[in-house]
């Protein structure tokens, strides 16, 4: 019997360093992973920025909402836009969703305009319903190509 509960004992023991251990090499990782993504940002390479932007978006990362707004912003790129529009709205920081619905009214491309539309609309419904719901797209409708190879064909090449 002390032997069984030794035995239990030391296997829950072992398990919390184990988990707690796990905890702090996933927050490392999270936040090498963030560092790398954030400096994909400023590159100046729009397959890198559009990708880095995308994952800034599903990891939710609180430190890219700025850089995020100043590509929805200033970028003369529509992916770019586009793309910072969804990680924004998948972030869910009252700011990066401001940001979001002020492009509605007030970006230059009407294609933008409707992406943050559609993202912000499905937002505020998931919001709603307790879930957030972003509309599937193409991916022919970002029309993205990095050295003349469209993103769309490497993708189907998989």
Known sequence: MKATKFLLFTII???IISFSFANKLNNKLYDQIENNLLIGLEKGNKGLTT???YFLGEIKSNKAIIPLMKILKNSEIEEERIAAALALI????ARGLYAVKQRINFDDSERVKR??????ISYTLGQKEGKVFVEPFKIVDLNLEYKGIKLEKFINSL
């Open 13 to 15: 023991f072992f398990s």
């Open 90 to 93: 998948k972030i869910e920081s």
């Open 115 to 120: 992406f943050c539309k559609i993202f912000y």
């Open 51 to 53: 990708s880095c932007t």
